[in-house]
């Protein structure tokens, strides 16, 4: 059974820093595209980054030169360390893995999902 479980959020003061994991059941990790995706209270889920089988990154305007999103195929694992955190940011952020390893930034392209992990930012 495939699961991704999030771990790493919580509550910081704006400015902060919290990193986010993604623990991936996956047999073959190296070959998924990993992406993170938030959804705030009454807004549709949103892509955040993205890191392909090769490792390059994408990331959506808000949160360039402020977030970093990596992997460690060793450890079938993603990360998203997030610096410089702002009220905007508070969001339930979920991590997703897409079987073709293609770049994407749309959450139905993408084959499973986390439970998500919650991340408060207080102004």
């Known amino acids: 059974q495939v699961q991704l479980v999030e771990s790493g959020g919580g509550l910081v003061q704006a400015g902060g820093s919290l990193r986010l994991s993604c623990a991936a059941a996956?047999?073959?990790?190296?070959?998924?595209?990993m992406g993170w995706f938030r959804q705030a209270p009454g807004k549709e889920r949103e892509f955040v980054a993205h890191i392909s089988w090769s490792g390059s990154t994408y990331y959506v305007d808000s949160v360039k030169g402020r977030f970093t999103i990596s992997r460690d195929d060793a450890k079938n694992a993603a990360y998203l360390q997030m610096n410089s955190l702002k009220p905007e940011d508070t969001a339930i952020y979920y991590c997703?893995?897409?079987?073709?390893?293609?770049?994407?930034?749309?959450?139905?392209?993408?084959?499973?999902w986390g439970q998500g992990t919650q991340v408060t930012v207080s102004s």
């Open positions: 997703a893995a897409r079987m073709s390893g293609i770049f994407s930034t749309t959450a139905s392209q993408y084959d499973y």
């Open positions: 996956l047999r073959t990790f190296s070959s998924y595209a």
